[in-house]
């Protein structure tokens, strides 16, 4: 029984040490960049030595990696919360865009997600991280909406990506500045342009 409480408290210090790693880097990446943030500083941030930090992640790519990762999980969780599957299929698709511009608007994830994240990532690697959060949400959303006949019937995988890079663009643009109510009722337009 000692064993098994020894264990598990190991293992909650482990992932209290990742969390606190991902949390000093998240602060760091977002305030600095990427590229101008050191490893010495992160572990100071995080109050850990730098055996921690391998312990848990590669190197800084890794880690930052971590961090697109929890921040992509944050957007879908804040979706499904916004437009949960009740309801009109439809008026689940505007809530879920209002949702995805809202949780864009935490400082710093516009830049982690749609600026660094594809330059220092990848493409290949922000799809699929994307995939698992994002855009899925957008896919089962539109995938659901089909099925009921709420919208037309289109090719999923493209409708998909085309409106996902939309949603991406505008949360650009209000990063910039731009109206996010003007931004909105584009979005909203185009979704109930492809209503059934």
């Given amino acids: 029984m000692q064993e098994t409480i020894s264990r598990r408290s190991n293992h909650d210090r482990s992932e209290a040490t990742r969390g606190d790693l991902v949390a000093a880097a998240r602060a760091l990446f977002t305030q600095k960049s990427y590229a101008a943030t ?5 572990v100071a941030a995080a109050g850990v030595t730098r055996g921690a930090l391998y312990h848990h992640f590669a190197d800084k790519q890794a880690l930052f990696a971590a961090v697109v ?10 979706i499904e919360r916004a437009a949960p599957c ?16 809202d949780a864009m608007r935490a400082p710093g994830r516009t830049r982690l997600l749609l600026i ?17 959060h994002g855009s899925r949400t957008l896919r089962e959303g539109l995938s659901g909406a089909m099925q009921a006949g709420a919208i037309m019937t289109l090719p999923l995988d493209a409708l998909t990506a085309e409106l996902g890079a939309m949603f991406d663009g505008a949360a650009l643009a209000i990063e910039a500045g731009g109206a996010a109510d003007d931004h909105l009722a584009v979005l909203s337009a185009l979704l109930r342009g492809i209503a059934a």
């Fill in 86 to 101: 009740l309801g009109d299929p439809l008026d689940m698709l505007l809530e879920g865009a209002r949702a995805y511009l």
């Fill in 116 to 132: 660094d994240g594809p330059s220092i990532l990848g493409r290949a690697a922000m799809d699929e991280i994307d995939a698992r």
């Fill in 38 to 42: 050191g490893t010495p500083e992160i």
């Fill in 69 to 78: 990762e929890k921040e992509a999980g944050a957007v879908a969780a804040e």
